[in-house]
C-alpha cells in the first residue's frame, strides 16, 4: 500500500552540529521526492525536491540523498541552527491519473536544536 | 511574488454545518492540490485540480468536494460538518507539465475547528 515513513519521530541535535533525517518509502514507481519544513502555525515549507534520475541534490546548508535500491530517503542540513528546529516531512510524488499526481506525506520528524 | 493564498485562516462551525475555504495559486500554477492535515492522520490528499477539472481524489467522503474556476483560483466545500473535520486544510499549487507535477508550494492553511 502508500507508504512513506520516517524512521525517528524526534530529533534533538546541538546548534551548528549536522543533523539527517531519514524517511523510507514503498512505492517503487515514485519518480519525485521533496522534504518540506513546517513550523507551528504555518503551512509546509518547500526545502528540496529531487527526481528518482538523480541521487543527491544539494541546496543551502542541506542534501538530499535518494537510494533507490533500499528505497530510502534522506535530508543532511549542515550547521543546524535554532531556526531550524521544526517539523521535516518527506512526500512522495505518486500516484499518477490523467497526468496528475499527489503527494503522499511521511509522518513527520521533529527536529529540535538545542542553542 | 506573492504565495499561495489561503482564506480565512481560521473558522469555527457548528455541527451539520457546511463551509467553503479559497485558495488563490502562486500566479502561473494551474495545479491546485488540497490537503487535510490532523495529528492522528498527518497530512492527507483531498483533491487536484487542473484547468477546471478535478484530476486526482484522495480517499475522503462525498462531503468533501471542491472547483476550479478559470483563474486557477479553487475552493473547497465540506456540507454536513462533522467533529472529526477539525483540521488544517491546506492548499498546494503546482506547475504541471507533460512529464508531472512540480513545485508544490503550500499556503498557510485554514484552520476549521468543528464543535
Known amino acids: 500500500g502508500e507508504s512513506v515513513g520516517l524512521h525517528l519521530p524526534t530529533l534533538s541535535v546541538q546548534e551548528g552540529d549536522n543533523s539527517i533525517i531519514n524517511c523510507a518509502y514503498s512505492?517503487?514507481?515514485?519518480?519525485?521526492f521533496i522534504w518540506y519544513k513546517q513550523e507551528s502555525g504555518k503551512g509546509p515549507q518547500f526545502i528540496i525536491d529531487?527526481?528518482?534520475?538523480?541521487d543527491k541534490r544539494q541546496g543551502q546548508r542541506v542534501t538530499v540523498l535518494l537510494n533507490k535500491t533500499v528505497k530510502h530517503l534522506s535530508l543532511q542540513i549542515a550547521a543546524t541552527q535554532p531556526g531550524d528546529s521544526a517539523v521535516y516531512f518527506c512526500?512522495?510524488?505518486?500516484?499518477?491519473?490523467?497526468?496528475?499526481?499527489?503527494?503522499?506525506f511521511g509522518k513527520g520528524t521533529k527536529l529540535t536544536v538545542n542553542p | 511574488k506573492a504565495g499561495v493564498t489561503q482564506t480565512p485562516r481560521y473558522l469555527i462551525k457548528t455541527r451539520g454545518q457546511q463551509v467553503t475555504l479559497s485558495c488563490s495559486p502562486i500566479?502561473?500554477?494551474?495545479?491546485v492540490s488540497w490537503y487535510q492535515q490532523t495529528p492522528g492522520q498527518g497530512l492527507q490528499f483531498l483533491f487536484e485540480?487542473?484547468?477546471?477539472?478535478?484530476?486526482n481524489k484522495g480517499n475522503f467522503p462525498g462531503r468533501f468536494s471542491g472547483r476550479q474556476f478559470s483563474n486557477s483560483r479553487s475552493e473547497m466545500n465540506v456540507s454536513t460538518l462533522e467533529l472529526g473535520d477539525s483540521a488544517l486544510y491546506l492548499c498546494?499549487?503546482?506547475?504541471?507539465?507533460?512529464?508531472?507535477?512540480?513545485?508544490?508550494?503550500f499556503g498557510s492553511g485554514t484552520r476549521l475547528t468543528v464543535v
Open positions: 512526500a512522495e510524488n505518486m500516484d499518477r491519473q490523467g497526468g496528475s499526481e499527489k503527494l503522499v
Open positions: 498546494a499549487s503546482s506547475v504541471s507539465v507533460g512529464s508531472g507535477s512540480y513545485g508544490y508550494t
Open positions: 529531487i527526481r528518482s534520475n538523480m
Open positions: 512505492n517503487s514507481a515514485s519518480d519525485y
Open positions: 485540480y487542473f484547468s477546471e477539472t478535478q484530476r
Open positions: 500566479s502561473g500554477h494551474r495545479s
